[in-house]
């Protein structure tokens, strides 16, 4: 929490419109999450390959060999289906190609949906539309249906998901932290402070005994 109110603090966000998210997010899945999430401690692997959205993730992941478990910060899953990988896990705020979020939950893939104070309104056209696994997350104080696992944007709040579920090492693929993917309507120095926000909080995790390297280690 004493993260979150430095992050409050330094883009100005409203915690009462994260509260007021969360609440409605939690109105429309209910308890929803208690069971997905007890399914998702149940023989969750050690280790895991996560992508992010940048513009590098294709080139990335055509010349990676895995087939473990696979995460997906947000818009990460449309890249990761096109270029043939099976998608385990997504954590989104609803920001990226939403359907195929969507349909991807339908086939029994587990979603961490995100509430904040500026997606209310993609909450409330598309919460109620993930059929499979759900769990809600918030950044603030959570309404009892919903988590906070700490984590600030959809990739380093899925680190810190995996965290909670006792990864030990985690393979990056899509991560660029100096050059943000361009969005209509979003500030790229924006995205830029928020990826350094990002990037401190991987390197909390790693200074709590997760590792976590990039997945071209891999052999190949």
Same mark, same amino acid.
């Given at each position: 929490?004493?993260?979150?109110?430095?992050?409050?603090?330094?883009?100005?966000?409203?915690?009462?419109?994260?509260?007021?998210?969360?609440?409605?997010?939690?109105?429309?899945?209910?308890?929803? @999450?208690?069971?997905?999430?007890?399914?998702?401690?149940? @023989?969750?692997?050690?280790?895991?390959?996560?992508?992010?959205?940048?513009?590098?993730?294709?080139?990335?992941?055509?010349?990676?060999?895995?087939?473990?478990?696979?995460?997906?910060?947000?818009?990460?899953?449309?890249?990761?289906?096109?270029?043939?990988?099976?998608?385990?896990?997504?954590?989104?705020?609803?920001?990226?190609?939403?359907?195929?979020?969507?349909?991807?939950?339908?086939?029994?893939?587990?979603?961490?949906?995100?509430?904040?104070?500026?997606?209310?309104?993609?909450?409330?056209?598309?919460?109620?539309?993930?059929?499979?696994?759900?769990?809600?997350?918030?950044?603030?104080?959570?309404?009892?249906?919903?988590?906070?696992?700490?984590?600030?944007?959809? @990739?380093?709040?899925?680190?810190?998901?995996?965290?909670?579920?006792?990864?030990?090492?985690?393979?990056?693929?899509?991560?660029?932290?100096?050059?943000?993917?361009?969005?209509?309507?979003?500030?790229?120095?924006?995205?830029?402070?928020?990826?350094?926000?990002?990037?401190?909080?991987?390197?909390?995790?790693?200074?709590?005994?997760?590792?976590?390297?990039?997945?071209?280690?891999?052999?190949?």
């Amino acid at each position: 929490m004493p993260l979150y109110d430095e992050i409050c603090s330094e883009f100005g966000f409203s915690k009462q419109a994260d509260r007021a998210s969360a609440r409605l997010l939690a109105s429309i899945i209910g308890d929803k @999450g208690r069971g997905s999430m007890e399914s998702m401690r149940r @023989g969750f692997p050690k280790q895991v390959l996560l992508c992010g959205g940048s513009r590098s993730l294709a080139d990335e992941l055509s010349s990676i060999v895995f087939d473990g478990f696979v995460v997906a910060a947000d818009g990460a899953t449309t890249t990761l289906l096109e270029s043939g990988f099976k998608v385990d896990m997504i954590v989104t705020d609803l920001d990226g190609i939403v359907e195929d979020q969507i349909d991807q939950n339908s086939k029994g893939t587990t979603v961490f949906l995100h509430a904040h104070g500026d997606n209310q309104s993609a909450i409330r056209r598309h919460a109620d539309k993930f059929a499979g696994p759900l769990v809600g997350t918030c950044q603030s104080v959570p309404p009892p249906q919903l988590y906070n696992f700490g984590g600030f944007t959809d @990739g380093d709040r899925a680190a810190c998901i995996c965290a909670e579920l006792d990864v030990a090492e985690i393979l990056l693929a899509g991560f660029d932290f100096e050059n943000p993917s361009k969005k209509t309507g979003r500030d790229v120095e924006i995205k830029r402070r928020k990826l350094a926000w990002a990037r401190r909080i991987l390197d909390m995790l790693r200074q709590d005994g997760m590792r976590i390297i990039s997945a071209s280690e891999l052999p190949r």
